[in-house]
Every structure is written in structure tokens, then in C-alpha cells.
């Protein structure tokens, strides 16, 4: 695997455990409380920087940490409990958007893009239709390279709609594991879906085509966006 691949999981050896980071697919609540597995205390810091913070040999942490050798013996060991979480592509993009492009314009620099070129939605669309996947941030990236699921076997698929019903689910396999806590949404994407469905009726279409194996993806774990 390469070290791209690394940056986006979690793993817990003590309990045989691992998620599958995909951003915009409530993993910031899943890191926030996969996190008090260590922190016991109120500690200052985003869940991110506190993961990235913690080693090999703490009870967990990313699984960039660990050598090679050590991160496949993981994935492949059928006793490791390997979840992640999915969400209907179209809102996740939807999400991505606002959050990276309309309220980070540190971000749009990244990219070489003047405001007025990215921060249109029909723009945005064409210039991530004609970035390759890899290539993407990792925000825009498919859910299918930022899972891998081309080689991880997940034991349990989590949608976002569902995240509580089934956190629970996965609990009763793994009581070891935190119960979830407070689900942070930071962008009202489900009332900016309505108006971009409305203003802009031919971006859904485009969106579900640049994202269509994460579409497939759904339907083979029969899932409804």
C-alpha cells in the first residue's frame, strides 16, 4: 500500500480494530470518539490533531505508525474488525463544496484558481470532472480509493444516515468500542442539495457520473443513497 493509502485509517491492536477514515462521512465523530480510548481527560485540540499525536504504542493510532509488514499482517487478519462509513456522493460532494471551496479560500490557493473561477458550481464540477481521483484532495476523492476497497474486507459498512443505529449494531460485535458521541455537522448540506437541485438541475447528473464508482460501490453493498 502506498503512503497515501496510510494517512486515512485508524487502527487498535489491543482491540483488533480498524476504521476507515473517508473524509466528509461524519469522521471527525468517529475520530472524536474512537479517541477517548486513550483520552480519559478533556484535552484541547481537534480529534484530528490529538490522533495524529498518539503512536505504535498507545491503544491506538494511525496506521502510517506501524512498518509495512506489520499494517498488511492487520488487513488481512480475518480477526481484525475493519468498519468504515459511506455517504450518498452527491451530498458528500455537496458538503466538500461548501466546507473547502465556498468558506476556505486558503484552500481554492492550493488549487492555482482565481474565487470567481472555483467558487462557481458548474466550474468546480468540470475542473474536479477533469482531475483524476488520485490527484483530487482527498475531500473530493471517491469513497472507493479513500477506503480501499479494492484490498480491505470491511466486517461493517456505516452509512452517515444511519450512523447511530449502526454504531450500535457494531458495538454489540465489539463492546470494547466507545459508544458514539455527539455527531458534529459543520455545513447544512441537506438544504443546499434542495437549492442547488433547484438552480442547478444538470449538477446532480454530472456529480453521479464523476462518482460512479462510489454509486456501484452502494449497490454492491445495497445501500440507498
Request: charge should be neutral; proline fraction near 4%; include cysteine.
Amino acid at each position: 500500500m502506498s503512503e497515501f493509502d496510510l494517512n486515512n485509517k485508524i487502527v487498535s491492536r489491543d482491540h483488533k480494530f480498524l476504521y476507515g477514515v473517508i473524509q466528509k462521512n461524519a469522521s471527525t465523530s468517529v475520530i472524536a470518539t474512537l479517541n477517548t480510548l486513550y483520552y480519559k481527560d478533556s484535552v484541547t485540540g481537534t480529534p484530528y490533531e490529538m490522533l495524529e499525536s498518539l503512536g505504535k504504542n498507545n491503544i491506538l493510532c494511525p496506521i502510517s505508525r506501524y512498518e509495512n509488514d506489520e499494517i498488511l499482517e492487520m488487513i488481512e487478519d480475518p480477526h481484525f474488525y475493519k468498519v468504515t462509513t459511506l455517504r450518498d456522493p452527491y451530498e458528500r460532494f455537496i458538503s466538500a463544496y461548501m466546507t473547502k471551496l465556498i468558506n476556505m479560500p486558503d484552500f481554492i490557493e492550493i488549487y492555482g484558481l482565481s474565487d470567481d473561477k472555483i467558487l462557481n458550481l458548474d466550474n468546480a464540477i468540470e475542473f474536479i470532472s477533469n482531475t483524476s481521483d488520485e490527484q483530487r484532495e482527498m475531500h473530493f476523492r471517491s469513497q472507493f480509493i479513500m477506503g480501499n476497497f479494492d484490498t480491505i474486507k470491511y466486517k461493517r459498512i456505516m452509512h452517515v444516515r444511519n450512523l447511530y443505529h449502526n454504531w450500535n449494531l457494531m458495538r454489540k460485535d465489539k463492546p470494547s468500542i466507545p459508544k458514539l458521541g455527539k455527531i458534529r455537522n459543520t455545513t447544512n448540506s441537506k438544504d443546499m442539495v434542495k437549492i442547488i437541485n433547484a438552480y442547478h438541475p444538470s449538477a446532480r447528473d454530472k456529480i453521479m457520473n464523476i462518482y460512479k464508482i462510489d454509486y456501484d460501490l452502494f449497490k454492491s453493498y445495497d445501500l440507498l443513497v
